[in-house]
């Protein structure tokens, strides 16, 4: 081998032995983004399970709130059609709350109040986030009249142009 070979030879070397020195040195900093990248992303996890917990326990209160309320509420669609009730919905109606749920609540309307029920259901489905004034009917489930005031407002639903309707029903004779 001649002196210009080993000197090649050696200079080649070298420059493999500078590469792979650069190579870890980049490996190094890539290891430390990443080990920084996933402390990152196990605190943003910690803090989603956090408010998952506090969404959770608010839900909870919520759900206590709306079921033992002493005031009859329901949410209906934009139609009508009840989706909830508490237990003193189902107390003023005479059924279970599993019962009202999917059923109209014109049903349980005077007949001959319908009609103006049907046009205030409207006119409320057309309002999210307004209340409506509130007004006094009959409900007559069972064949039992009684008079009422109704409250209702329309709450947007996430990711539509449709309505939540939340009712509060009173018994007021």
Not at 17 to 35: P, V
Not at 85 to 102: D, F, V
Not at 116 to 128: E, I, M
Not at 133 to 162: C, H, I, K, Y
């Amino acid at each position: 081998m001649s002196g210009n070979d080993s000197f090649s030879l050696f200079s080649s070397v070298r420059s493999v032995r500078e590469l792979l020195q650069r190579k870890a040195q980049e490996d190094s900093h890539a290891k430390g983004e990443l080990e920084a990248g996933l402390q990152e992303i196990e605190t943003l996890w910690q803090e989603l399970r956090t408010r998952a917990d506090e969404l959770a326990s608010e839900r909870q209160r919520y759900t206590e709130f709306f079921e033992y309320a002493p005031d009859a509420y329901l949410v209906t669609d934009e139609h009508g059609t009840v989706r909830e009730a508490n237990r003193a919905a189902a107390e003023l109606l005479g059924l279970p709350a599993r019962a009202l749920c999917g059923k109209p609540l014109l049903t349980y309307i005077a007949e001959p109040e319908r009609r103006d029920f049907r046009a205030r259901l409207t006119s409320a489905s057309g309002q999210p986030d307004e209340e409506v004034s509130a007004w006094s009917g009959t409900l007559a489930p069972r064949g039992a009249n009684m008079q009422v005031e109704f409250r209702v407002r329309a709450m947007p639903v996430p990711g539509g142009d449709r309505a939540a309707l939340c009712w509060l029903v009173r018994r007021i004779d």
